[in-house]
């Protein structure tokens, strides 16, 4: 059994030998597990929340949870009792056999990785899993281990290859999220689009973006005029700022498709607070989107262009750039303060004047 270099070698869990951990590497195993729960998780993300477009609610992150947990439970247990390793392990070199170097069963496989999940990762339930991963780091180091006795592993070498198809892994999954991300938000309706198409975007980008649990519900009725529903004495800024002086205005052309919109706020300095509710600048996004007409998976859906997305909601950014459409954006205040989110208004205490004002207008040009 080879230990120096990058020899290939097997050790048995119930021998011990001095020189290296006898429950091998722990960390890399833990990294092994990472990959594969990664991979799971984006597939799921990508089926129930790009595709799919599941809404939001607090019942359904637990279920998500759930069910990332049983896929990783099933998926591991076949591809271990079939081919002694999954994805994870094998960028590891990692492999899990019988003693006699025979495939374990599926059943006993099962058993397994369920108390590999268990006591490995706690479920990967917040808080109590990172007090799980430290618990079985420090149990490796001292030999002991709550599952895995019956078996004997194979860890082909210590190459640092094996580290760069890591860190490889690891950027293709972050990519694969990033568009992912970008595929959720993409719109049902896309380029030349009517009101009535606009409207069905932005209704559906309220519904998967606003937990089921939130007491106030904005949203676009058949005119595109927005309607507020909420529970009593439910507290939200739009409810007190719901009057302000805003204006919206679409512009058509011979097809009646929208070419062009306008959002302004016009309001003196009769109030201490004044505030621009997301819903506006919500909708500014999603014409963007639809507007922009991004394929799905484009490779270009990075960094980049969602800093210009969120740049939407900073006022005090500078008119954005898209591929196909433009966002103008113009803020003129006397007497008030811009706080740090953004969008809202304080009126100064030391401003004594009766002309204070917020003007602020964004246009969505194609």
């Known amino acids: 059994m080879a230990w120096y270099g990058f020899e290939s070698y097997a050790i048995d869990v119930e021998e011990f030998d001095s020189r290296i951990n006898p429950y091998l590497h722990p960390w890399r195993r833990y990294f092994a597990f990472s990959i594969d729960y990664s991979i799971y998780l984006s597939i799921y993300y990508f089926i129930f929340n790009a595709l799919l477009k599941t809404p939001k609610a607090w019942y359904i992150d637990v279920l998500y949870l759930i069910i990332i947990m049983i896929i990783y439970l099933f998926a591991t247990s076949f591809l271990i009792s079939r081919y002694k390793?999954?994805?994870?392990?094998?960028?590891?070199?990692f492999t899990v056999e019988n003693k006699d170097g025979s495939n374990l069963s599926f059943l006993d496989?099962?058993?397994?990785?369920?108390d590999s999940i268990r006591w490995g990762v706690g479920f990967q339930i917040p808080i109590y899993s990172f007090i799980r991963i430290i618990i079985s780091y420090l149990q490796s180091k001292n030999g002991e281990r709550k599952w895995n006795e019956p078996y004997k592993y194979e860890l082909k070498d210590l190459n640092g290859n094996r580290i760069a198809w890591f860190i490889f892994v690891v950027?293709?999954?972050?990519?694969?999220?990033?568009?992912?991300?970008l595929l959720e938000n993409n719109t049902l309706y896309k380029g030349n689009i009517s009101l009535e198409e606009h409207i069905e975007n932005v209704n559906r980008y309220i519904e998967l973006n606003t937990y089921r649990s939130d007491a106030v519900r904005n949203y676009l009725d058949e005119k595109g005029e927005w309607r507020m529903e909420r529970?009593?004495?439910?507290?939200s800024f739009d409810v007190f700022y719901d009057d302000m002086e805003v204006s919206r205005e679409f512009i058509y052309d011979k097809e009646g498709d929208i070419v062009a919109y306008e959002f302004s706020l016009d309001e003196s300095g009769d109030e201490e607070f004044l505030y621009i509710s997301d819903k506006y600048l919500n909708e500014i996004k999603v014409l963007v989107l639809a507007l922009d007409a991004r394929s799905y998976l484009a490779p270009d859906l990075d960094f980049a262009y969602k800093a210009k997305l969120k740049s939407i909601y900073d006022l005090k950014t500078e008119d954005v750039v898209f591929n196909k459409c433009l966002v103008e954006k113009s803020v003129d205040v006397k007497g008030y303060t811009i706080l740090g989110n953004e969008r809202l208004f304080i009126k100064d205490d030391d401003y004594k004047g009766d002309d204070a004002f917020v003007k602020v207008k964004i246009v969505v040009k194609k």
Do not use: C, M, P
Not at 85 to 93: L, N, P, S, V, Y
């Open 171 to 181: 950027i293709i999954l972050i990519v694969f999220q990033l568009n992912t991300d």
């Open 109 to 114: 496989s099962l058993s397994r990785t369920f």
């Open 85 to 93: 390793t999954t994805f994870g392990k094998w960028i590891w070199g």
């Open 231 to 235: 529970e009593a004495n439910a507290y």
